[in-house]
């Protein structure tokens, strides 16, 4: 068979394209066959983590959070599946919120954990997101979760002003610094944790009812 | 051969160099190298990337048809970025996580698919998989000086590790984009001049 005459015929660009786009969707099925198990593992594990660090719960190493997740999760709320009642380090039980909203460029999905009257968060856990590397990214880093831990909130919730960018340390006055250069991404995450306060509120509400 | 292998690596490493010589691939170049570590495990996968996909792409040279050349290629290149992103979700899901779409985005880096085109599509594989690689190194070797001087001015770190003094305020412009132009700028000015030292002796 002529190679040339036949990659002119009409069919073959057809029957080819066809061909190898199959064998490549096939393969690739194959890899992720293989990894599936694994990956849907580093997702809660992932959630995990989040609701672990929301609590200030400290743990040694990836191995230990599952068990000390089933430990420290003590009840889940019965009108929706994602709160949790979590107990910390100190021995206190803490309401804990898994959302999800909109940041700059995807979804940022979080572990938000308040004290049981309603007065303080205790803490945040990032649990995925799709922001900037670098920009965005840094919600995850230390420096801007730690101005969260033990903060109270204010009658309007939380405000995210432009600020030293370092950290506002201040846990009475309701007020973190955004990331310098990542203003969409801060407030947009302070949305998210406002309109969680706003749930947590109605929460309790209907719980004293 | 070999020789050939040699001219090839000298070519893509510093006189063709992908980055500094053709201007190619500069959108990754900019957004991710305001961080070591996530830059060398781009810039790594873009090496794997390159060599598998010009290696695919030579062994299938004869069959392409014309008409549907770049849609193959396309496939052949977003195949093996599928697999290194699931690689990286599987394996090293923190990384995966702090690298974010930008695994997804290699697919676009058109220094892979120039080499397809230029190269995979008119030599045998071996070679072929050779000159990935090669281009792949160039690409590395000028993103991460770039990533370290971007990580340490923008954060005060190397890998995380904090390297300079207490007192060093980080220049927060090195994280932003900005940046990433203008050291780029000043990496090719730097090297082109020289490149043109050498060449006038």
């Known amino acids: 068979m002529d190679l040339d005459k036949l990659k002119t015929s009409r069919y073959y660009p057809i029957v080819f394209t066809f061909l190898i786009t199959f064998f490549f969707i096939f393969f690739l099925s194959f890899v992720y066959g293989f990894s599936k198990e694994k990956i849907a593992e580093n997702k809660t594990l992932f959630i995990k983590k989040a609701v672990l660090q929301a609590n200030r719960i400290s743990f040694e190493s990836d191995k230990a959070v599952a068990s000390l997740y089933n430990e420290r999760v003590v009840g889940m709320s019965t009108r929706t599946d994602d709160v949790y009642r979590v107990k910390d380090d100190e021995g206190k039980t803490n309401v804990t919120f898994l959302v999800s909203g909109n940041g700059l460029w995807g979804i940022i999905t979080a572990a938000i954990s308040f004290r049981q009257e309603g007065n303080r968060l205790v803490g945040i856990g990032i649990v995925s997101h799709s922001e900037t590397p670098g920009l965005g990214g840094r919600i995850e880093e230390d420096w801007f979760m730690r101005q969260f831990q033990d903060e109270m909130i204010s009658k309007e919730g939380i405000r995210s002003l432009a600020g030293s960018g370092t950290g506002n340390l201040d846990k009475e006055d309701g007020v973190v610094d955004a990331i310098t250069g990542a203003t969409l991404t801060s407030s947009l995450f302070n949305r998210i944790i406002n309109d969680t306060i706003v749930r947590m509120r109605t929460l309790g509400a209907q719980a004293n009812e | ?201």
């Open chain 2, 1 to 201: 051969m070999n020789n050939q292998m040699i001219k090839i690596a000298k070519d893509y490493l510093w006189t063709n160099n992908a980055v500094i010589v053709q201007i190619l691939g500069i959108c990754s170049t900019l957004a991710v190298t305001n961080n070591v570590r996530n830059t060398l495990i781009m810039t790594l996968a873009v090496v794997f990337v390159t060599g598998l996909s010009n290696f695919t792409i030579s062994l299938l040279r004869d069959w392409i048809p014309k008409k549907v050349r770049m849609i193959v290629q396309t496939l052949v290149i977003a195949s093996y970025v599928i697999v290194v992103d699931i690689i990286l979700k599987a394996q090293l899901p923190d990384v995966s996580k702090a690298l974010g779409p930008y695994v997804g985005l290699i697919i676009t880096n058109c220094i892979i698919m120039g080499r397809a085109e230029a190269f995979a599509q008119a030599n045998p594989p071996l070679i072929s998989f050779w000159d990935g690689i090669m281009t792949g190194m160039g690409y590395l070797f000028v993103l991460i000086p770039i990533a370290i001087l971007r990580e340490m001015l923008g954060f005060g770190t190397f890998w995380g590790i904090q390297i300079m003094p207490e007192g060093f305020t980080p220049w927060t412009i090195m994280v932003m984009a900005p940046s990433g132009f203008f050291v780029l700028a000043i990496f090719i000015w730097i090297t082109k001049s020289l490149s043109d030292k050498r060449r006038a002796k």
